[in-house]
Nanobody, 129 residues
């Protein structure tokens, strides 16, 4: 059974940082891509970033470029999202997701997440002004 467990959300002031973690189990890590998504209150889910577990290539949505960094630790089957210079508009529930199959670079990115097969439960990030 595939399981994705997010952690690391919380309340932070604008300009602050948080690191989200997504611990994955139940599948061969290298055969997947992983992504971070978020859902703002009253809005549709949107893609934040993706990483190929095959070659480590990454992709970011324009609204987080230069502020967020996605990374992976193969030994721990864990993907991270380092979020710096947070803004109140980053307030959302953040989800990690996994998709089966080979992809690299922006081929792993999916703005709506429809190509992703497995989802975590989400973690709340709140940025105060």
């Amino acid at each position: 059974e595939v399981q994705l467990v997010e952690s690391g959300g919380g309340l932070v002031q604008a300009g602050g940082s948080l690191r989200l973690s997504c611990a994955a189990s139940g599948f061969t890590f290298f055969d997947y891509a992983m992504g971070w998504f978020r859902q703002l209150p009253g809005k549709e889910r949107e893609g934040v970033s993706s990483i190929s577990l095959s070659d480590g290539s990454t992709n970011y949505a324009d609204f987080v470029k230069g502020r967020f960094t996605i990374s992976k630790d193969n030994a721990k089957n864990t993907v991270y999202l380092q979020m710096n210079n947070l803004k109140p508009e980053d307030t959302a529930v953040y989800y990690c997701a996994a998709r089966l199959g080979y992809c690299v670079g922006d081929g792993c990115y999916d703005s709506g997440g429809k190509s992703y097969d497995y989802w975590g439960q989400g973690t709340q990030v709140t940025v105060s002004s």
